[in-house]
């Protein structure tokens, strides 16, 4: 490298020492494929590798490749516990290549941030490196940054990363001084308004006041509803007898009231949300894993602790966010593995600019995918389902049982639990325990229950695991143990896994039945699925559904035919549509406020790195003065109000009536630097007091908190912004021109009040030193 080579020119030779390393450190030479998977991951290109296939490994040729740089390279993972594993089990390999591995934990100091950052390659999540890159725009001293350069990024289960939870910015938040306690009133209102029976969209219902568009998870209150909250605002004291719903200041209203709507009609305790430790937690609906970090925004969540009776927490005001589009972005190289992209290929095209390519696999695969079975009712779904799991339990097959929600997870654990079958339930109350209970579910008669957070970065081999750590005289006899074991579940057919009900996303359903087959092995796979699950119930045609029911099934008698298969397949794809446009939109808008975003960083950065202030705030200053006498041309006129001005806004007495009165043909240049020199005089006085470096400190300061409270502002008057726009639709114009116009507008009036302001406070927080 250091004499002028390229890293593709590097790349057989690199790729052969990592290969040969592996070998001689763990005892496991690289496939092929995984030498192809190399290739792609560098290539800036996402490589989709069946589970088992050794992603992990794979990632060690292109991170090594890229690290010869010196530009580090970041490896990201789902969670915390893959992290650690991954840069745990590559420490070996890496470091006899002479490379440091660092990790990125959430929890960790500046100074142990810094060292990880400054490792040949960190391992870290997601919502680590994406915070810490808000957090360094949000430090008061450049030396407690953390991150250097964004140079290459290698996104393990990349779909998960940059489809699943790109809807969601990620956002750093401050409390907002808001009364909780309304929370607790308009929860009280809940039981007075009654669902609309019909499920058509219908304002002018008199059957209901408020109806539910399940598809967005929203509710909108009919002509009826609206009258009956007016009513009970009055009744609950929010308005006089002489105001209106309708009026400016108390429009507001209504957001509780849908939020408290939402919070009961369409969160569910134990699929959309847990209650831990008397409070809140929400369920990732893709991935099944707790969300310690985020809170519902638009009082949300707060709607739902006050429907649970737990402690409400303060609203949250955005202090500063990002969408993980837009992080990732920055990186000059990236890349990403996964064993479902394919389905998403276009999205990761158009957002990314990232090409998928598929990995064939190691060995042939020869899992049995069998057809799908859908019942006229749940009950009779979820019945079969048991009577799947008792057949395989009895012939003493593995059996892997996956679930939309804690809720259908415990269902089917109370029965199973009834028949007296043995199993393990996973789910995010029990995720301590997740890779231990995954790795074993290919055990001779293992029944595993597992909601989709089940198995992620974690294999599932056929006989289970060996425990390394036991008495080494043992081992011999456990390895004979579990050979014959894994020679029986072959024998069996494999890993069966079943999923209780279709996902909106097919690649979710892919993710499940790929965890049967890896490397070689036999497996199998069934959906079973009824007319009340919820993607049947909200996207399936009226059509299909009719088909169906004029079958006349006898109870228990399920239906299978490629026509439903092909129904429900078009509907899952309709559904990743829909959340396609959705994040596409959210990338659009955040487009916009990313550019302004760079803008403030760049103006924040530049003002840290600043060694001395007092120039900047000079030359600021005597801009704004000048600003102040050009917008008052006569001065004679305008004495009270200049002098108004400079005593309101800079804490200074200047006679103007003095000095105009003395010299009537003054110039406006004579008056700027009598103005500046009485500025400058008391400064002096307080300069010395104080001292010159701890009065450069304390202006840093305060330009600093200005910033971050301007920009704070902004993103609240951008959020309005944004929520709001889509009503220009109704005037026949374009919301997104509309949203690139006004957020123009609202930057540049921002910037220059913040001059400004930055001076104005200077001048008066100092002068009361």
């Not at 990186?331 to 999205?347: D, P, R, V």
């Not at 069934?526 to 699950?533: A, G, I, K, T, V």
């Not at 009598?674 to 001292?691: A, F, H, T, V």
């Not at 609202?746 to 008066?764: A, G, P, T």
């Amino acid at each position: 490298m250091k004499n002028g080579k390229s890293l593709d020119e590097l790349l057989p030779e690199a790729f052969s020492t990592v290969r040969e390393v592996s070998k001689r450190i763990f005892n496991m030479r690289h496939f092929d494929v995984q030498l192809m998977g190399g290739v792609i991951l560098h290539q800036n290109c996402i490589a989709e590798m069946c589970t088992g296939e050794g992603k992990t490994l794979t990632s060690t040729l292109p991170a090594y490749l890229n690290a010869l740089s010196g530009n580090g390279v970041h490896i990201v993972t789902m969670n915390e516990y893959l992290a650690q594993r991954d840069a745990k089990k590559n420490k070996p390999l890496f470091e006899f290549l002479g490379l440091k591995v660092g990790i990125n934990l959430s929890g960790m100091s500046i100074i142990e941030k810094q060292k990880a950052y400054h490792s040949d390659i960190v391992y870290g999540t997601n919502h680590e490196f994406c915070f810490d890159y808000l957090r360094d725009n949000m430090v008061f001293s450049s030396k407690k940054k953390v991150q250097k350069t964004l140079h290459y990024v290698l996104i393990d289960e990349v779909d998960s990363i940059l489809i699943d939870e790109a809807r969601t910015p990620l956002i750093i938040s401050g409390s907002s001084k808001e009364n909780i306690e309304v929370y607790n009133i308009f929860n009280k209102m809940v039981p007075y308004f009654v669902k609309q029976k019909t499920q058509k969209i219908n304002y002018s219902s008199k059957d209901g006041d408020f109806f539910i568009d399940e598809k967005n998870k929203q509710v909108f209150l009919t002509e009826n509803g609206l009258k009956k909250f007016e009513f009970l605002l009055l009744k609950f004291n929010f308005i006089n007898k002489d105001q209106s719903l309708y009026s400016t200041q108390n429009f507001i209203f209504i957001q509780y009231i849908i939020a408290a709507l939402r919070a009961h009609f369409i969160f569910n305790r134990d699929i959309d949300y847990i209650i831990k430790d008397n409070k809140i937690i929400i369920i990732d609906e893709h991935t099944g894993r707790m969300m310690l970090d985020r809170r519902w925004s638009d009082g949300l969540h707060q709607a739902i602790e006050a429907k649970e009776h737990v402690n409400i927490l303060d609203e949250s005001q955005t202090l500063a966010s990002i969408t993980l589009q837009n992080y990732f972005k920055m990186y000059k190289k990236i890349s990403g593995m996964t064993g479902t992209a394919q389905t998403e290929s276009f999205e990761f095209q158009v957002i990314y600019g990232l090409k998928t390519i598929v990995v064939p696999t190691n060995n042939p695969m020869i899992r049995k995918d069998l057809p799908d079975l859908i019942y006229m009712t749940e009950k009779e779904k979820i019945n079969a389902i048991i009577e799947d799991i008792k057949n395989c339990f009895l012939k003493k097959q593995p059996v892997l049982v996956g679930t939309t929600s804690i809720k259908k997870s415990e269902i089917i654990s109370k029965k199973l639990f009834n028949l007296g079958i043995k199993h393990n339930i996973l789910n995010a109350k029990s995720y301590k325990k997740e890779a231990s209970i995954i790795s074993q579910a290919g055990k001779l008669k293992a029944v595993t229950i597992s909601t989709n957070m089940a198995g992620r970065g974690t294999d599932i081999i056929l006989g289970g695991v060996i425990n390394e750590k036991i008495n080494k005289y043992k081992l011999n006899d456990i390895k004979k143990k579990w050979q014959k074991e894994h020679n029986e579940v072959i024998l069996l057919g494999g890993l069966h896994v079943i999923g209780t009900e279709r996902h909106e996303s097919r690649r979710i359903d892919n993710q499940l039945r790929g965890r049967t087959g890896r490397q070689g092995d036999p497996g199998s796979s069934r959906f079973y699925l009824s007319l009340e699950d919820s993607l049947i119930r909200i996207f399936i045609s009226e059509n299909i559904k009719k088909i169906i029911l004029n079958f006349n099934l006898k109870f228990g008698e399920p239906i299978e035919h490629h026509w439903i298969t092909s129904a429900i397949s078009f509907a899952q794809k309709k559904v990743e549509n829909y959340h396609f446009e959705i994040r596409k939109q959210l990338i659009e808008y955040d487009d916009i406020l990313n550019t302004q975003r760079n803008i403030f960083y760049l103006i924040r950065n530049n003002i840290l790195k600043i060694k001395n202030i007092k120039y900047f705030i000079k030359k600021n200053l005597i801009d704004i003065i000048k600003n102040i006498l050009d917008n008052y041309n006569n001065y004679h006129n305008d004495i009270i109000n200049l002098e108004n001005i400079f005593k309101n806004d800079f804490n200074l007495i200047f006679s103007f009536k003095k000095l105009l009165k003395n010299n009537l043909l003054i110039s406006k240049k004579l008056i700027l630097n009598k103005i500046y020199k009485k500025i400058q005089y008391n400064y002096k006085k307080i300069e010395k007091k104080i001292g010159y470096d701890n009065i450069r400190k304390i202006e840093k300061k305060i330009i600093l908190n200005i910033l971050d409270f301007f920009w704070k502002e902004h993103l609240l008057f951008m959020e309005y912004l944004r929520q709001g726009i889509h009503f220009r639709g109704y005037s026949q114009k374009d919301p997104k021109q509309e949203y690139i116009k006004e957020s123009f507008f609202i930057f540049s009036n921002m910037l220059n009040i913040l001059k400004y302001e930055i001076s104005s406070n200077i001048i008066k927080k100092i002068f009361y030193l």
